[in-house]
């Protein structure tokens, strides 16, 4: 069982950036995958970033590709989603998410995070 904890949204403006972090619980962390997806208001869940359990192995969606930055640390069970110019697109609730099953989660994943709010104002 792995218990997701998701950290760093909030409001910033165009062109801006946060650090979104995930904190995980358990002892085998640095055997999952570890990705990020995002929900906007009406629409589908959809994959941002993945990357493998060591971190050789890393993917994006092309609508972050070159904005977005996924990062883990094994040591500290904590996976990071670096986003710089931000785009008001960006705005939605962003989960993280673990999968021991795949080398990067680009589909639904065994387990999800609650999710944390990143608001993007134009």
């Known amino acids: 069982q792995v218990q997701l904890v998701e950290s760093g949204g909030g409001l910033v403006q165009t062109g801006g950036s946060l650090r979104l972090s995930c904190a995980a619980s358990?002892?085998?962390?640095?055997?999952?995958?570890m990705g990020w997806f995002r929900q906007a208001p009406g629409k589908e869940r959809e994959f941002v970033a993945s990357?493998?359990?060591?971190?050789?192995?890393?993917a994006y969606a092309d609508s972050v590709k070159g904005r977005f930055t996924i990062s883990r640390d094994n040591a500290k069970n904590t996976v990071y989603l670096q986003m710089n110019s931000l785009k008001p697109e960006d705005t939605a609730v962003y989960y993280c998410?673990?999968?021991?099953?795949?080398?990067?989660?680009?589909?639904?994943?065994?387990?999800w995070g609650q999710g944390t709010q990143v608001t993007v104002s134009s």
């Open positions: 358990g002892r085998t962390f640095s055997r999952y995958a």
């Open positions: 998410a673990a999968d021991r099953t795949k080398e990067v989660v680009t589909t639904t994943p065994t387990y």
């Open positions: 990357i493998s359990w060591r971190g050789g192995n890393i």
